[in-house]
């Protein structure tokens, strides 16, 4: 019996090593070349490697430091979409060098928008929708915080100087204006009808008129409420409002992991590909010194 299970061991072993699909030994053959290709060209990819390494790091500390933060905003005349593509526009100009196309766009010192680094927008909350209550958000990293007030300044003033936005307000503010002279003059009106009743009351004048002081008094209150809510609402009149300010934070460095990465993949990607040149052209020699022969 122990011979024949040593016997059938061995045979289920002989059939298991003879039983390999044809792909699974493809598949071996490919990593088993691969890892001699590796290994062959290994100082090339060696060396790339710690020059995309030293190459992520120079460009890692050669970088000044920034400092990010971010702005809240509420629109009253466009939807957050609509504002946010503006803002997708600078994105753009900041990133194809249009420095002094934006500073003309902000109204403000071109030395402000060298130091803005990146600007982007977003939902505070993502309601997609053309009356949504939410205002955005404006992100914005720089490298120096000086400049964050002016900054601040230029933005608002670019995303309230779109003509279809300087029309709006404009017609806003007309508006508001006509109803606080009209407000005022029913205001007036009203003063001069109190004043001759007061009069009358003092001087003890008999008048067969019945008036409802009352009521009067009671409609003048309301004109001065109206009259303030169309001051504030002109006060008011413009396309975005700030409801909180860029802070002034630490100046700090990031993005030390993404550029090692990057450099150590460019480096990798280099060596592979003078490798494969250089493979090729091993190959290229063997078969033609073995043609000669």
Same mark, same amino acid.
């Given at each position: 019996?122990?011979?024949?299970?040593?016997?059938?061991?061995?045979?289920?072993?002989?059939?298991?090593?003879?039983?390999?699909?044809?792909?699974?030994?493809?598949?071996?053959?490919?990593?088993?070349?691969?890892?001699?290709?590796?290994?062959?060209?290994?100082?090339?990819?060696?060396?790339?490697?710690?020059?995309?390494?030293?190459?992520?790091?120079?460009?890692?500390?050669?970088?000044?430091?920034?400092?990010?933060?971010?702005?809240?905003?509420?629109?009253?005349?466009?939807?957050?979409?609509?504002?946010?593509?503006?803002?997708?526009?600078?994105?753009? *100009?900041?990133?194809?060098? !249009?420095?002094?196309? #934006?500073? $003309?766009?902000?109204?403000? &010192?071109?030395?402000?928008?060298?130091? @803005?680094?990146?600007?982007?927008?977003?939902?505070?909350?993502?309601?997609?929708?053309?009356?949504?209550?939410?205002?955005?958000?404006?992100?914005?990293?720089?490298?120096?915080?000086?400049?964050?007030?002016?900054?601040?300044?230029?933005?608002?003033?670019?995303?309230?100087?779109?003509?279809?936005?300087?029309?709006?307000?404009?017609?806003?503010?007309?508006?508001?204006?006509?109803?606080?002279?009209?407000?005022?003059?029913?205001?007036?009106?009203?003063?001069?009808?109190?004043?001759?009743?007061?009069?009358?009351?003092?001087?003890?004048?008999?008048?067969?008129?019945?008036?409802?002081?009352?009521?009067?008094?009671?409609?003048?209150?309301?004109?001065?409420?109206?009259?303030?809510?169309?001051?504030?609402? *002109?006060?008011?009149?413009? !396309?975005?409002?700030? #409801?909180? $300010?860029?802070?002034?934070? &630490?100046?700090?460095?990031?993005?030390? @992991?993404?550029?090692?990465?990057?450099?150590?993949?460019?480096?990798?990607?280099?060596?592979?590909?003078?490798?494969?040149?250089?493979?090729?052209?091993?190959?290229?020699?063997?078969?033609?010194?073995?043609?000669?022969?």
């Amino acid at each position: 019996m122990q011979y024949e299970d040593i016997y059938l061991k061995s045979a289920i072993a002989k059939n298991g090593s003879g039983n390999h699909h044809p792909d699974d030994l493809d598949v071996i053959n490919l990593i088993q070349k691969f890892i001699s290709f590796i290994h062959r060209f290994r100082i090339i990819f060696l060396s790339f490697s710690i020059a995309g390494l030293a190459a992520g790091l120079y460009f890692y500390f050669g970088s000044p430091p920034q400092c990010s933060t971010r702005m809240v905003v509420h629109s009253s005349i466009l939807s957050n979409q609509e504002e946010i593509e503006i803002i997708d526009g600078w994105k753009e *100009l900041l990133a194809k060098q !249009g420095k002094s196309e #934006l500073a $003309n766009i902000l109204n403000c &010192k071109k030395e402000v928008v060298e130091k @803005l680094r990146t600007i982007s927008a977003e939902e505070i909350l993502k309601v997609y929708a053309s009356n949504n209550p939410n205002g955005f958000i404006i992100n914005v990293s720089v490298t120096d915080t000086s400049v964050l007030d002016e900054l601040q300044t230029g933005i608002v003033y670019g995303l309230n100087n779109s003509p279809y936005v300087k029309e709006k307000i404009a017609s806003r503010k007309a508006k508001d204006n006509e109803l606080i002279k009209k407000t005022s003059d029913e205001i007036a009106k009203l003063d001069l009808t109190k004043t001759a009743i007061d009069s009358m009351i003092r001087n003890q004048r008999a008048t067969p008129v019945m008036l409802d002081i009352s009521r009067i008094n009671a409609e003048w209150i309301e004109l001065n409420e109206k009259s303030l809510t169309y001051q504030e609402d *002109l006060k008011f009149a413009t !396309g975005v409002q700030v #409801l909180e $300010n860029f802070t002034k934070g &630490k100046m700090s460095r990031s993005g030390l @992991l993404e550029l090692l990465l990057l450099g150590v993949a460019t480096g990798l990607f280099i060596s592979y590909f003078i490798s494969l040149l250089w493979h090729v052209k091993i190959k290229m020699k063997d078969a033609r010194n073995h043609s000669l022969s």
